[in-house]
């Protein structure tokens, strides 16, 4: 079977997974599909993939594996569990993490992969839920140079812009020096509609032109106008935000390296989560800044 024609297993099939697997199947190839919530994956199901009770059984069925779970837990368990994928895969097969995950534990799976005759690959992602539709994530590499090779054509059916860093690990690290690019940059433009409000001006109209300046980016031009319109539907969840956090100091510590603002970041996100928003968007930020506002006002 050609790389064309991949027989790919997919686990992992919600907010982004599910538009990720669609374009594999749009490509042609054969999908085998699981997700802890089969409703999740009906579509796809009904798009011409075939349903698995496992993540084990449906990896059994093909040449490249794809996760993007939730958690490092949920990885550790699907790859490294019994009856998980790197027990069942076929020998030579491809396994790609796309969960932003540990690179500890993406280590740990290289290894595991590697002594059953399997490749393996930390392939974490960004760009969130339009990204995911648009096929233009950014896709952040660990692994070897000709695993990563095999899974080019996969990779640039889901993503724009498609790297190898280095060695098993090298993938997720890269993904949290993202991360702590975005921590920083979520509170800044939050901080910066809060402060435009507060001085009488049209937020939105500020958005525009500040976004066309040095303080333009992706989170300031896409999820700053979703907060003020109200809408906190998630492209990617706070609860998973802070999973990434956490993972991004832990990581840190290890190297003895001090992040005072991802540090910040991590608190302002933990009393997001406290205010019972943990389930909604990580532009949900603003709704703790026009709290605070709004207390702020009612001293006055």
């Known amino acids: 079977m050609s790389q064309n024609t991949s027989s ?7 907010v982004m997974g599910r538009s990720m697997a669609g374009h594999l199947l749009a490509a042609g190839h054969r999908l085998h599909v699981h997700n802890r919530t089969p409703a999740r994956a009906q579509a796809l199901v009904d798009a ?65 992969a590697s002594a059953r005759g399997l490749s393996a690959l930390d392939a974490p992602v960004s760009g969130g839920d339009v990204g995911a539709k648009e096929a233009r994530l950014v896709v952040m590499v660990g692994g070897e140079a000709a695993a990563f090779e095999r899974a080019r054509p996969l990779f640039e059916r889901m993503g724009k812009t498609i790297a190898l860093l280095g060695g098993p690990g090298a993938g997720q690290h890269c993904k949290m020096s993202n991360q702590i690019a ?13 402060y435009a409000q507060k001085a009488g001006l049209d937020a939105s ?24 319109a109200g809408n906190f539907a998630p492209g990617f969840y706070v609860k998973h935000f802070l999973k990434d956090m956490r993972i991004a100091i832990e990581s840190a510590e290890e190297m003895r390296l001090d992040l005072p603002g991802l540090a910040l970041a991590r608190r302002l996100y933990d009393r997001v989560a406290a205010a019972g928003w943990e389930d909604c968007g990580t532009q949900a930020i603003l709704r703790l800044y026009a709290a605070q506002a709004g207390r702020a006002d009612d001293v006055s």
Do not use: K, Q
């Not at 790919?8 to 919600?14: C, E, L, S």
């Not at 066309?212 to 700053?224: F, K, Q, T």
């Open 48 to 112: 011409g993939a075939v349903w698995h009770d496992s993540p084990g059984s449906a990896a059994a069925e093909a040449e490249f594996v794809i996760t993007i779970v939730g958690y490092p837990s949920d990885v550790e368990v699907v790859y490294l569990g019994e009856g998980g994928i790197v027990e069942r895969a076929r020998r030579g097969a491809v396994l790609i993490d796309m969960t932003t995950s540990s690179p500890a534990l993406a280590r740990r799976i290289a290894e595991a």
């Open 8 to 14: 790919i297993a997919f686990v992992g099939t919600g």
């Open 182 to 194: 975005i921590a920083a940059g979520m509170l800044g433009w939050a901080e910066a509609v809060v």
């Open 205 to 228: 109209r500020v958005l525009e032109v500040i976004g066309g300046g040095a303080a333009g980016s992706w989170s300031l031009s896409n999820l700053a106008p979703r907060a003020l």
